[in-house]
């Protein structure tokens, strides 16, 4: 019997590993691609998807014709009645054949929804855009970046951050990024929220408490 339940013990510790790794390599899987794809698409059309402000006349886009960005050389959130380019930069790629799935955004649409932005595996929306949401609070640079979505635990992201970077989510091109409120740091008097263990550039992935809402993202420039 007890070597049964050992056994049975084993097999689901095994079983949990597999799912982890697999969703290690979606997550790896997704930055690379729309890493490989907004490269390609600024290679050949000289400005980033999104803010390409020459979409409507070269890009065969469904509803027709395609968006314009501004061109200002940002892909930016829409602000006081601007198109939101984060959102527009996922039909841009489609469009031009980046991207094997249909994204489309319609004229007015400022929310991420399943039919314009694609998801991570915990069901989180990625995001391209320019901003200093990633590395610790202090950071003030601003970037563009990918961010991988939220809903994913500290676990994984540390094992993705291990892979393809230099394991800490405070420095390198792949680093911490904040999602639905919860900064990086444990929050005061400890409790639920901590994606690290500290508010730093020399922080650590909170692997131990393991948080289940955490996001992240590939720096770009």
Request: aromatic residues 10%.
């Amino acid at each position: 019997m007890v070597v049964i339940v050992g056994l049975m013990v084993q097999m689901v510790i095994t079983g949990q590993q597999l799912i982890q790794n697999a969703r290690v390599r979606d997550i790896m899987a997704q930055q690379s691609a729309v890493e490989t794809a907004v490269m390609a698409f600024q290679d050949r059309y000289h400005q980033l998807p999104g803010d390409y402000a020459g979409a409507s006349d070269n890009i065969p886009c469904d509803p027709s014709p395609c968006m314009n960005g501004n061109g200002n050389g940002h892909v930016e959130a829409g602000t006081a009645g601007a198109i939101h380019e984060e959102i527009l930069a996922w039909q841009h790629l489609y469009a031009a054949g980046y991207l094997s799935i249909s994204y489309r955004m319609l004229t007015g649409e400022t929310t991420a929804t399943p039919l314009n932005t694609p998801r991570n595996v915990f069901g989180g929306y990625l995001e391209l855009g320019y901003d200093a949401n990633w590395g610790y609070s202090g950071n003030g640079a601003t970037r563009h970046n990918i961010k991988t979505g939220n809903y994913v635990t500290a676990a994984v992201l540390g094992e993705v951050d291990r892979k393809i970077d230099d394991g800490q989510p405070g420095s390198g091109r792949f680093q911490f990024s904040r999602y639905a409120g919860f900064g990086a740091a444990p929050p005061a008097g400890g409790g639920a929220g901590a994606c690290t263990d500290a508010d730093t550039a020399m922080a650590s992935w909170d692997v131990k408490a393991n948080y289940d809402n955490c996001g992240a993202t590939t720096l770009l420039y």
